[in-house]
């Protein structure tokens, strides 16, 4: 496997008002690899996302794209960079077609119209290079599509602009046992023809699936990042519960370090 | 005593070796060919030519390059032209193909297999697709041969069915009742089911550029296919890799070939019914619904899932331990196994393969699904024209 990291962070901090969300967080996203990001509810996943595709700025830490320093201000960077986010509303346009959504705020123009015929023989090759045989059409208008249909149109677009690193966001949550099937094979996919991917998931199975990497974030710090070949599920289930697993993860709180919040008894 | 090969012979193994490059590959310019193959510019320029001659391969000036220079010719194969028929004997289901040249299949036909049809009655629906299709080829068309895959241990050389216990076949010579009901239709070669699978993922699906592939092939059996080292584990008779019937469990159920324990029945679909409840069905959709009942929460399912995940991945730790491969594959019902379960596979193959053994092993599903078997098949057929490609 590949020994430098595409993308990599390194101690990211990040709060709202008072409230720090991420503690010294370092993330690593190889090339030819899948990472699952996982944690609990309010682990921080979403926000860390959020900091890597710079819709939130970063109060600490760094960023490091193919070995040099980065700063992602805005999703626009990110994009440059060739950093791409699926998210779990998917963000696709019902009213459009296929090739319309794929384009959408990037079409391509031959001087002042849209060059919809490279844009269909741009949208049907990536299509072709990540084996969807699932959809009849590419003028098909998204509305007419199935959820597991819909989720890969969305990945599609990631990857039609020569990007590095994919972030899926829960891509098979709400989808049906073989369209589950059709989104984890595309994913794996991804990772397979050279891309970084990170896999939000909530469900072991998808995680163990596709993963090569497994990294558990545990009330805002980075419990651990495994390889899967070598944990076990429930080695994982501790550690997004727990944030530690034998000798895996976070060391274990002192007593000292908890605040006493019984009311009435603070002085 | 002869010092080396003649100059003949090295020239017919070179046209044998361009014709399996842009069969495996796809179109190829000149100028890759020079570069993969290690020969000169004029040297490719000849085979094709030769090629060309004998209608396998087409030649063709690329659209646009967007480059600089006259562009180098593409050398793609006559898909079209050049054919083999691909059936395969399935536990439920009997399947024929045309496949081209470069592994592309051209038409298919399937039909399903009631339990318990014997040879005679499977062989003639598998004829008469095979005359329905011959009736459309083109005239100028050339078939090089037909090859069969069947759910069960072929003896290599003749395609005696041995043993075949979950289609109920025990000693029937498979072959030759197909080649009489086929008539005049050159060379059959048979496989074994998993085999063949595992040969066209290896060529052109998840396991391409992998030397140590796994196959595992699972619907009422398991059978793997196993390549090892860049070649295909046959074993002496042509019947290795039959890991369904590894002994897992010495207390275990009986198995169809009246062993006990067999791998096959606790990873096989009957094993996971039978657990979910649903015992006396069968059938990839039935396996399908076990899945689906446990992700939506159905806790005998999902119980069931478990416990298949378990044994699956004991299994497969056996099996990393002993060939140390690149990639496992997981065809036929137990993709959907797979994928519903690898929590508990990749826990079990973690805590039972060796950490050196285990560590860059891949699991993955199947590229090819259920095609893989006539794509494979019928590269059985095309072996003897990539052999050499003038013989005819």
Request: glycine share 12%; proline share 4%; aromatic share 4%.
């Amino acid at each position: 496997m590949a020994a430098t990291p595409l993308l990599e962070l390194r101690g990211i901090d990040k709060s709202f008002g008072p409230v720090q969300v991420l503690h010294d967080v370092g993330l690593s996203v190889y090339p030819g690899e899948v990472t699952a990001l996982v944690g609990d509810n309010g682990a921080g996943k979403s926000t860390l996302v959020k900091c890597i595709s710079g819709i939130y700025p970063i109060d600490g830490g760094t960023v490091t794209f193919e070995g040099n320093e980065v700063a992602i201000h805005s999703p626009r960077d990110a994009s440059a960079l060739g950093i791409e986010v699926v998210y779990q509303d998917l963000a696709l346009c019902d009213n459009l077609d296929i090739v319309q959504n794929m384009f959408l705020g990037r079409e391509k123009t031959s001087g002042i119209v849209l060059d919809e015929a490279t844009m269909e023989e741009m949208a049907g090759e990536t299509l072709r290079s990540l084996s969807v045989r699932t959809v009849k059409s590419l003028r098909q208008l998204v509305a007419s599509l199935s959820g597991g249909q819909r989720q890969t149109v969305a990945i599609a677009k990631a990857v039609l602009w020569n990007s590095r690193v994919v972030i899926l966001d829960e891509p098979t949550a709400a989808l049906g046992v073989a369209q589950t099937a059709q989104v984890l094979e595309l994913v794996r996919r991804l990772a397979d023809n050279g891309l970084g991917v990170v896999l939000i998931s909530h469900n072991m199975n998808d995680v163990f699936a596709v993963s090569d990497r497994i990294a558990a974030l545990y009330l805002g710090r980075m419990a651990a990042q495994v390889k899967a070949s070598d944990v076990t599920h429930s080695q994982i289930v501790e550690l997004i519960t727990g944030g530690r697993s034998g000798n895996l993860g976070l060391p274990a709180e002192k007593p000292s370090e908890f605040i006493d919040i019984t009311p009435g008894e603070a002085q | 005593m002869r010092a080396g090969p003649t100059q003949e012979e090295v020239r017919r193994h070179n046209l044998g070796t361009l014709l399996r490059y842009v069969h495996v590959h796809g179109a190829t310019s000149r100028a890759e060919l020079t570069n993969r193959l290690g020969l000169n510019r004029s040297t490719i320029g000849a085979l094709t030519s030769e090629l060309i001659s004998v209608g396998l391969v087409s030649e063709a000036v690329p659209r646009e390059t967007g480059r600089a220079g006259r562009p180098s010719l593409v050398v793609r194969p006559e898909s079209g032209r050049v054919y083999a028929y691909a059936l395969s004997i399935e536990v439920d289901r009997l399947r024929a193909a045309r496949v081209g040249l470069g592994g592309r299949i051209l038409e298919q036909y399937e039909t399903e297999r009631p339990p318990g049809m014997g040879v005679d009655d499977a062989v003639q629906p598998l004829a008469r697709f095979i005359r329905q299709m011959r009736s459309s080829v083109p005239d100028d068309a050339r078939c090089v041969g037909s090859g069969l895959a069947v759910a069960g241990m072929v003896r290599r050389e003749d395609g005696m069915v041995r043993l075949a216990p979950t289609i109920g076949w025990v000693e029937e010579p498979v072959g030759p009742a197909l080649s009489a009901a086929l008539g005049e239709s050159g060379r059959l070669s048979i496989g074994n089911h998993a085999d063949v699978c595992a040969l066209a993922e290896h060529a052109r699906g998840a396991a391409v550029g992998c030397d140590n592939v796994i196959y595992l092939y699972g619907d009422v059996g398991v059978g793997a296919g196993i390549v090892a080292g860049g070649h295909r584990v046959t074993g002496h008779g042509g019947y290795s890799g039959e890991v369904g019937h590894m002994v897992v469990n010495p207390y275990g159920r009986p198995c169809s070939c009246g062993s006990r324990g067999c791998w096959e029945t606790e990873i096989g679909e009957h094993a996971l019914l039978r657990l979910a409840g649903r015992t006396g069905r069968t059938g990839r959709d039935e396996v399908l619904a076990v899945v689906d009942a446990a992700m939506r929460g159905d806790s005998q399912a999902q119980h069931a899932l478990r416990q298949v995940g378990d044994w699956l991945g004991f299994g497969v730790g056996n099996l990393v331990n002993i060939f140390n491969p690149e990639v496992v594959i997981f065809g036929g019902t137990l993709r959907d196994v797979y994928l519903g379960a690898a929590a508990q596979i990749r826990s079990r193959l973690n805590a039972v393969g060796l950490p050196a053994c285990r560590e860059h092993v891949r699991l993955r599903t199947p590229e090819l699904g259920t095609d893989a078997a006539l794509i494979g098949a019928a590269e059985l057929a095309f072996e003897h024209l990539l052999d050499d490609p003038l013989l005819s």
